[in-house]
């Protein structure tokens, strides 16, 4: 009986059998021009686990004629390359070496010059394969040397074909028949998450789990349910995705889109990420929503610690009336644009010393002219209000603060331009 994972038997082996990757596969395609020319140049595959990555690979030594040797970045040493690189001239390489090296970005720098000396001579051609952006976890030594292809998630559709021709061949393997219960297929193709082995090992489970009736394995709706739980969650705290979903979730709130809002923040949650759920939520209403409804910033951390309180599942609820409303609340940067440009100004040097009137002492040397202090107090006046400077004598016109657009914001420049009249 054969042990190894049912992905595994299955592999393709050829371009047409491929499911998705059209952008790069598809008739007269970049990578496929390449393939069908076998003069294959040194290549980097980016995109998430289980959309083909080290299948396309396969297939272009096969097709080549290529001895494939596979290493893996995590476990791999410079000595496992260098004997890879004894090997050419022997029988086993005469037609070329295509290296497949999975997960490139834990090869430390040391490790990657290595590759340099076989890349720049043409002795070994490169596959490299990664799950993280390359562009910031290759060193650019490599990169330059590289042309980088972009894997992407496989739809539900195309995954589907693979499922079936999973229990196709379960049925040729095992000799009984396989009965699948209607939408079980496609329900486990969205459970995936666009990871072809993730589908793969849950009909490999479900034909092993399956009830047996007449002589046939039933593969039913619920037992589907019961061993893709969770599968669709594809989400590394470390990695590209857990900041793809992050900034999709607040982008969503900023656009004022519950929906998607509520959707992303389904997908943290889904993946046990409470921390980044509250802190992105918090920085929105503070952020986005800022003057325009500023009672929203207290709702929203009670909302936070309500959540932090109860935990999961239940936290889920409270975070849900939090993201909604800061979609459907009015939006104003005033107060986030003004703290960003007197940061800047402060890295620019845009300071200088604290009018006298300001400052936190009530004598002065001998060598003032003018002595005292000079402080108006705004609520010995009429309206609570006196014009005196503020800001540093060198920056006392600069302005930092707009009023937004919003009723709130409105109703405060009225105020203060009836009071000042005019003056700042």
């Known amino acids: 009986m054969n042990t190894s994972p049912l992905a595994d038997r299955i592999r393709p082996t ?14 007269d395609k970049a990578l496929r021009r390449i393939i069908e020319s076998e003069e294959i140049p040194n290549m980097i595959f980016y995109g998430p686990s289980g959309v083909g990555k080290s299948t396309v690979a396969s297939i272009i030594a096969r097709q080549t004629n290529r001895s494939l040797k596979k290493l893996n970045g995590t476990t791999a040493s410079t ?9 050419l001239g022997t029988f086993g390489g005469m037609n070329g070496i295509l290296l497949y090296l999975d997960e490139i970005q834990y090869f430390n720098k040391k490790q990657q010059q290595t590759l340099l000396e076989y890349l720049e001579n043409g002795k070994i051609t490169l596959i490299a394969s990664t799950t993280e952006n390359p562009y910031f976890y290759v060193y650019n030594a490599i990169l330059s040397r590289c042309t ?3 894997f992407k998630t496989i739809d539900p559709h195309s995954v589907e074909k693979s499922i079936w021709r999973a229990f196709d061949y379960l049925e040729n393997e095992t000799g009984e028949d396989i009965e699948v219960e209607d939408d079980t297929v496609s329900y ?3 459970a995936c998450g666009g990871d072809v082995r993730k589908a793969l ?3 490999e489970l479900c034909a092993l789990a399956a009830d047996r009736t007449d002589g046939k394995r039933i593969i039913t709706n619920e037992l589907a349910r019961q061993l893709t739980q969770k599968s669709a969650v594809r ?5 590209d995705e857990h900041y793809d979903i992050v900034s999709a979730y607040q982008k969503s709130m900023r656009g004022s889109d519950p929906d998607a809002a509520i959707h992303y923040l ?3 949650l889904e993946a046990g990420d409470l921390p980044s759920a509250c802190r992105r939520l918090m920085v929105c209403a503070c952020e986005d929503v800022g003057l325009a409804y500023p009672q929203i910033i207290p709702i929203v951390k009670s909302c936070v ?3 932090q309180a109860v935990g999961l599942p239940e936290a889920r609820i409270p975070l849900a009336d939090a993201v909604i409303l800061v979609c459907n609340a009015p939006k104003s940067t005033s107060a986030y644009k003004a703290i960003n440009s007197a940061m800047q100004d402060l890295k620019s040097g845009k300071y200088g010393q604290i009018p006298r009137q300001l400052q936190n002492k009530h004598f002065d040397g001998e060598d003032c002219e003018n002595k005292g202090q000079f402080y108006e107090y705004p609520h010995d006046y009429p309206n609570h209000w006196v014009q005196q400077q503020y800001l540093p004598d060198n920056i006392k016109d600069r302005v930092y603060y707009e009023f937004g657009d919003n009723k709130n914001e409105q109703a405060y420049k009225a105020y203060w331009e009836r009071i000042k009249g005019g003056k700042k």
Do not use: M, P
């Not at 371009?15 to 059209?22: A, P, R, S, T």
């Not at 989400?235 to 990695?239: E, I």
């Open 14 to 27: 050829t371009l047409e059998q491929v499911v998705g990757q059209e952008h790069l596969l598809g008739k």
């Open 201 to 203: 090992n849950a009909v």
């Open 79 to 87: 000595a496992d390359i260098k004997e890879i690189v004894s090997e």
């Open 305 to 307: 610690d309500i959540a």
């Open 266 to 268: 389904a997908r943290l």
């Open 148 to 150: 980088v292809f972009e």
């Open 235 to 239: 989400y590394d705290k470390d990695g």
């Open 188 to 190: 486990i193709a969205t």
